[in-house]
């Protein structure tokens, strides 16, 4: 992280997330929001979690708030693993499982389809 300040870090770690989290949910005005309808579509609670902690500590760096992150360079190299871990979760993954599970035969995934009541 060098020399940058940590407060700007964390904002633009919120920015990030809030680029991400609009790609994948674009329902909803606010972060806030758009975070709240991921969790009611099944958002995983520590992802939940993670975002949340990223929105949160990212306001505080844009505006001076209740949480001081000024010299608090350990709490944004965490939000940096956690932004990480959040892109690992909502894309990364899931862009591996829906690749296998396209290598399945067509009619096993026909088959499936029909038990979940998914298919056209």
Do not use: C, W
């Not at 940590?6 to 929001?33: F, M, Y």
């Not at 992150?69 to 944004?76: C, F, I, K, P, Y």
């Amino acid at each position: 992280m060098g020399q940058a300040s940590p407060r700007s870090a964390a904002a633009l770690l919120r920015l990030a997330l809030e680029q991400l989290v609009g790609i994948i949910e674009t329902d909803g005005k606010t972060l806030n929001d758009k975070v709240g309808l991921l969790v009611r579509r099944g958002l995983a609670t520590h992802v939940q979690r993670a975002m949340d902690a990223l929105r949160v500590f990212g306001n505080n760096g844009a505006h001076v708030g209740e949480i001081d992150l000024s010299d608090d360079r350990e709490t944004v190299e965490s939000l940096f693993a956690v932004l990480h871990m959040v892109v690992e979760h909502v894309i990364t993954r899931q862009r591996e499982i829906d690749a296998l599970y396209l290598r399945l035969p067509e009619s096993a995934r026909a088959a499936i389809e029909r038990r979940d009541g998914s298919s056209p």
